[in-house]
């Protein structure tokens, strides 16, 4: 939960101080507004949930592998065989949940996409712009159809980078606290640094991402 409200804060922060938070907050407000606002917030408020349940699902996977190997290693087939149990259970709830998942997601997609289509192409129809727009020098053919391709491209790269970044900032803060009670002490060049394991993991990530960064923005 501390995580879920922090990325809020960080995303109203975006929103309202960064040029393309703002321009993102002026295609999206609107349709979470009422008199159509509650059932696009309902919505989103599923998929929140569903994403927030896929994480706890993960963790508790996490400790199944740990009773499941203990078992194996101890030679237990009492808990060996309660495991198997267990793991079909948890199964099938992630079957559920993916489909679910996936429901939700394309449903709220397709009602955002239509919305804001129809929104977009309003403002191009009102006050004459398709005909000022002929006089324009770098004028744009096809202006409806672009309207739509990019509405769709905009809300399916907006959905799956938000659910995405939550599933990945509230599966770090889970794993991290289950990493942090594993790990123990490291004594490096004389010095014991506690808790290693998860210092080690967070330091190769964050080298990982700058390499990333470094190389891959080029490319774009």
């Keep these: 939960m501390a995580s879920l409200l922090g990325?809020?804060?960080?995303?109203?922060?975006?929103?309202?101080?960064?040029?393309?938070?703002?321009q993102i907050r002026r295609l999206t407000t609107d349709f979470f507004k009422p008199p159509h606002g509650l059932m696009p917030l309902?919505?989103?408020?599923?998929?929140?949930?569903?994403?927030l349940f896929g994480v706890r699902v993960s963790v508790l996977?996490?400790?199944?592998y740990n009773g499941f190997f203990t078992a194996m290693q101890n030679l237990d087939a009492t808990a060996f065989w309660?495991?198997?149990?267990?793991?079909?259970?948890?199964a099938g709830i992630l079957v559920m949940h993916t489909m679910l998942n996936t429901y939700l997601q394309q449903?709220?997609?397709?009602?955002?996409?239509v919305w804001l289509t129809n929104s977009l192409v309003e403002r191009w129809l009102a006050n004459q712009s398709y005909y000022r727009s002929e006089f324009v020098e770098a004028s744009v053919d096809n202006p409806d159809q672009r309207i739509q391709q990019d509405v769709?491209?905009?809300?399916?790269?907006?959905?799956?980078?938000s659910v995405g970044l939550?599933?990945?900032?509230?599966?770090?803060?889970?794993?991290?606290?289950i990493l942090w009670n594993l790990s123990g002490s490291l004594v490096l060049l004389g010095l014991e640094i506690p808790r290693a394991?998860?210092?080690?993991?967070?330091?190769?990530?964050?080298?990982?991402?700058?390499?990333?960064?470094?190389i891959g923005r080029p490319l774009i």
């Design 42 to 51: 309902g919505w989103l408020a599923l998929i929140v949930f569903i994403t």
């Design 61 to 64: 996977l996490s400790f199944w």
């Design 107 to 113: 449903a709220f997609q397709i009602r955002w996409r």
């Design 152 to 161: 769709e491209s905009f809300i399916n790269t907006s959905m799956k980078l």
């Design 7 to 22: 990325l809020i804060g960080v995303s109203i922060v975006i929103g309202r101080y960064t040029q393309w938070g703002r």
């Design 82 to 90: 309660l495991m198997i149990l267990v793991f079909v259970t948890l």
């Design 197 to 214: 394991m998860i210092f080690i993991v967070y330091l190769y990530v964050i080298i990982a991402t700058l390499f990333a960064f470094k």
């Design 166 to 177: 939550l599933g990945a900032v509230v599966s770090l803060f889970a794993f991290s606290i």
